[in-house]
């Protein structure tokens, strides 16, 4: 019951600073997760859960959802993600594991790659970026760390960022759990234990909308740096624990 407790706390924690700079639920919640059930297991149910901290953030943000973004982003990433999810289905667990935390050595040296060069995406690139983020967050989970600088890229902060990646990763995540459920790696059990987790994560989403209300868009690019910068500190922690 401890564990649930923490799990539960955490995730509203980890919904509410979602809720402001769009990421950041699977980076705090996954660790315990993969404690508790397994790199397996856990991926299936933080996709669950997922699935609904998004589910709030367009539902706070619906009005600001840059449509051309998302569909050039999302229809690649359905895509990308069914394959990443049946890849992550015939992989060993210690493969799993080995896989995030490459991810998590990667995303801070990604991001300021993206920075220092003052890239500009267009829709193209949201095509192409839709495609292999997608494809990687069906192996590892957790896809916002990078998707989030790419939407940025395209030119949007603030609600419309926050509610355009929402979106996108709502019908990529929605591929991923269809993947798990066909491949019977979904039982209801696990169904539960991510609508549990997602409830928490949706509360501290609509906690996290009336903080960037209160933003200004300086602000909030700095709390986007902020998050990135202590997610890539928590994943090399991660990957060398």
């Not at 297991?41 to 997922?50: F, K, N, Q, S």
């Not at 600001?64 to 973004?69: A, C, F, K, T």
């Not at 609508?195 to 994560?201: H, K, N, R």
């Amino acid at each position: 019951m401890t564990v649930y407790l923490l799990i539960f706390v955490l995730g509203l924690a980890a919904g509410c600073l979602s809720g402001v700079v769009g990421t950041g639920a699977g980076i705090i919640l996954l660790p315990i997760l993969v404690f508790q059930f397994g790199a397996q297991e856990a991926v299936p149910i933080m996709a669950v859960a997922g699935l609904m901290g998004n589910l709030a953030k367009i539902m706070s943000w619906w009005r600001e959802v840059d449509l051309r973004g998302f569909l050039a982003y999302s229809i690649a990433g359905a895509v990308g993600a069914a394959g990443g999810a049946m890849t992550l289905l015939v992989l060993p667990p210690n493969t799993a594991e080995a896989a995030l935390g490459i991810l998590f050595l990667l995303i801070v040296p990604v991001r300021h790659f993206l920075a220092a060069r003052g890239v500009k995406l267009g829709l193209v690139g949201l095509v192409i970026s839709g495609a292999l983020i997608s494809f990687i967050s069906g192996i590892v989970l957790t896809s916002g760390p990078m998707s989030i600088p790419a939407f940025a890229a395209y030119g949007l902060t603030k609600g419309a960022l926050l509610s355009t990646e929402a979106l996108s990763a709502f019908v990529v995540q929605l591929v991923k759990v269809g993947i798990f459920w066909w491949a019977g790696a979904l039982p209801l059990a696990s169904v539960l234990k991510g609508a549990a987790v997602g409830a928490s994560i949706m509360l501290g989403a609509f906690v996290g909308k009336a903080v960037v209300q209160r933003m200004s868009a300086r602000m909030f690019e700095r709390a986007l740096d902020l998050m990135l910068i202590v997610a890539g500190l928590s994943m090399l922690w991660a990957a060398f624990a």
